[in-house]
């Protein structure tokens, strides 16, 4: 059985960086195997091998993979310079070195992956993989239909244009002047769905990811997570290849 891989993967797979920078790394003349430094891009690489990254040898953990119910008030980062709680602070029980896949916005709740899994974090966050995540929003105002088909054309707001792939009207309660929307996007630009929002003209007050993928809340109350099971895992790495495929 062969068990040699590439050497990039292997550095984006110990979770410290993605596989593009990785490979940058490695063209810089950054990365030594077994002490003989390695520029050549695609080097397969044994499990017994040693890897040094900057100086700094590659620490080989188990790839684990978490999803926590990240609640309103909490930092998707791993530490603040304000001293705000932090995502990871809310994982006491995990000795691996994990990080959060993409952010949430710190009024934003719902769901937030974390893992040490490089090539998995890249494999969801980079653009052209583009997996569904599922909004729900309360909004100030009573938009009509009409309005919020820009949605699916996109808003422009400052050099972005950002959109929903598609949208549904929850609820709307006129005499207290909101609107519950459920907003489907692929993209994950920095503070969407807000910013998306504003340009409509209908702030966000409230805002909660309730669906990322297949994943969704089921069974955790705020601030709670669960590891993914394998099957999970699996699941999530085809829905992305399946997207680049299509």
Do not use: W
Not at 175 to 196: A, C, F, P, S, W
Request: overall charge positive.
């Amino acid at each position: 059985m062969n068990t040699q891989e590439r050497l990039q993967k292997v550095i984006a797979q110990s979770g410290i960086t993605s596989r593009r920078k990785a490979e940058k790394l490695i063209q810089d003349g950054k990365v030594k195997v077994n002490q003989k430094v390695i520029t050549t891009l695609g080097t397969k690489v044994n499990p017994d091998d040693q890897i040094e990254v900057d100086g700094v040898p590659l620490e080989k953990e188990t790839p684990v993979y978490f999803m926590l119910y990240k609640p309103r008030g909490v930092i998707s980062s791993l530490s603040d310079d304000k001293g705000r709680k932090v995502v990871t602070d809310l994982l006491g029980e995990i000795e691996e070195r994990v990080f959060p896949i993409g952010r949430l916005d710190y009024d934003t709740s719902g769901i937030l992956i974390l893992t040490n899994d490089g090539e998995f974090a890249n494999l969801l966050m980079h653009p052209r993989y583009q997996v569904d995540k599922v909004y729900v929003a309360k909004i100030k105002g009573t938009p009509e239909k009409s309005e919020l088909n820009q949605l699916r054309k996109g808003v422009r707001s400052d050099n972005d244009l950002l959109k929903a792939v598609n949208y549904r009207i929850l609820s709307t309660d006129k005499k207290k002047n909101h609107t519950i929307l459920q907003l489907t996007l692929r993209e994950g630009k920095n503070r969407h769905v807000r910013r998306m929002m504003d340009g409509l003209g209908y702030p966000v007050m409230k805002l909660k990811r309730e669906k990322y993928g297949m994943l969704t809340l089921d069974g955790l109350n705020s601030g709670e997570y669960r590891p993914l099971t394998p099957k999970e895992v699996k699941q999530m790495r085809n829905m992305a290849t399946k997207i680049v495929e299509e």
